[in-house]
Structures are given as C-alpha cells and as structure tokens.
T-cell receptor, first 112, second 114 residues
Framework: KQEVTQIPAALSVPEGENLVLNCSFTDSAIYNLQWFRQDPGKGLTSLLLIQSSQREQTSGRLNASLDKSSGRSTLYIAASQPGDSATYLCAANTGANSKLTFGKGITLSVRP | GAGVSQSPRYKVAKRGQDVALRCDPISGHVSLFWYQQALGQGPEFLTYFQNEAQLDKSGLPSDRFFAERPEGSVSTLKIQRTQQEDSAVYLC????????????FGPGTRLTVL
C-alpha cells in the first residue's frame, strides 16, 4: 500500500527566501507524482506533474524533482512571496487502481 | 475554458438524511474521481470512473456511499443515512484520457452532518 509523507507539517519563512518542500513515498512503482496548492476553504490547484520517466519539471518560480529509486520528490520555490502562503500537497499515482495517494500537506506561511 | 464544478458548495444535513453531491467535469474528460478530505488531512480516494464505467470503488467507506456517472459526463455521489463521521469536504477531479493524466480538481462540497 502506497504511503506518502510530508514533513514538516508547517513552515514559516521570511519573504524572498528560497525554500524546499519535501515529499516521500513508499512504493517506487509510480506512474507520476503531482504537486498541488490548496488555499483555505478551496479546492486543489495543480502546480506541477512529473511523469515517472522525468527527473524534474519547472513552472515559473517552481521546480519539482523526482527520484523514484529513493522515493522522494521536492518542490523548490524561488524568491518566496506572501502570496505563496498556502498548503502544498504532493500525491503519487501508482496507477494500479488509478488513485492519487496524498500526503497530509505542508502549510507554508511567508512573512512580509 | 470552464474547470471542474461541484454543487452544492456547502451542505448541512441532519444525521440520517440522504444527500446527493454533483460533479461536472471538464468537458470531454474521460476519467472522473471522487475524494474525501477530512479536516487537516490530505484527500483520500473514494472511487473512479472511466466514461460511464465505475472501474474502482475500493475507497468507498461503506455501502451507504454510492456513485454514478450514467452518461459518462456528470457524476453524482450519494450518501444514504448520513452519519457525523461523514462530515468532510468531498472533492471531484477529472483527467483527459487515462487515469494517470494530470488530475484537475473542483472546489469541493463541504458536508456537515449534525
């Protein structure tokens, strides 16, 4: 059974700092890994999708990497801004039963 | 274009009532998923449709939960005889082709059972 872990549960940084959010998963037989952003009381916004054959994906100030062999993914946020404050979730798609298995998320606060 | 929409956005039910939650996926998307998100937790998979076929319902917590997608577009998640533990946000997602394409989520329906 796939398990996804995100540590720490919360993170507070000053504006402008570069930061890395970590995600680990137990079953390396994944089809892809997806990073999401969730604002309070809202749904999930897809940020980046990394296919199992890829090592990283970039979108603007965001860069996500994937290391299947070690069961890890990271989301790098460059030059953080207060508007980046949200909960960030990673989810692994093992494909066998088509579901995404989510971590509990990291709640990020960027202080002005 | 329009994203995934869900209705109602909020639903309050008395314990024992039946509820129906609606999901309108992105037009043309083949795959549709339902997830349940408890407070402070990540979403958990409930069920998956490919067109009108329900291919996986392993995450449905009990036989009080039922989902359908009769014409391969709109889906309804029905919960019978609601219990307090059913209180959660119910999220719907769709993807364009296969189950391992990027999933796009709706805003969710927050269900509160009193």
């Amino acid at each position: 059974k796939q398990e996804v872990t995100q540590i720490p549960a919360a993170l507070s940084v000053p504006e402008g700092e570069n930061l890395v959010l970590n995600c680990s998963f137990t079953d390396s037989a994944i089809y892809n890994l997806q990073w999401f952003r969730q604002d309070p009381g809202k749904g999930l916004t897809s940020l980046l999708l990394i296919q199992s054959s890829q090592r990283e994906q970039t979108s603007g100030r965001l860069n996500a990497s994937l290391d299947k062999s070690s069961g890890r993914s990271t989301l790098y946020i460059a030059a953080s801004q207060p508007g980046d404050s949200a909960t960030y979730l990673c989810a692994a798609n093992t494909g066998a039963n088509s579901k995404l298995t989510f971590g509990k998320g990291i709640t990020l606060s960027v202080r002005p | 274009g329009a994203g995934v929409s869900q209705s109602p956005r909020y639903k309050v039910a008395k314990r024992g009532q039946d509820v129906a939650l609606r999901c309108d996926p992105i037009s043309g998307h083949v795959s549709l998923f339902w997830y349940q998100q408890a407070l402070g937790q990540g979403p958990e998979f409930l069920t998956y449709f490919q067109n009108e076929a329900q291919l996986d319902k392993s995450g449905l917590p009990s036989d009080r939960f039922f989902a359908e997608r009769p014409e391969g577009s709109v889906s309804t998640l029905k919960i019978q005889r609601t219990q307090q533990e059913d209180s959660a946000v119910y999220l719907c997602a769709s993807s364009s082709r296969t189950s391992w394409d990027e999933q796009f989520f709706g805003p969710g329906t927050r269900l509160t059972v009193l």
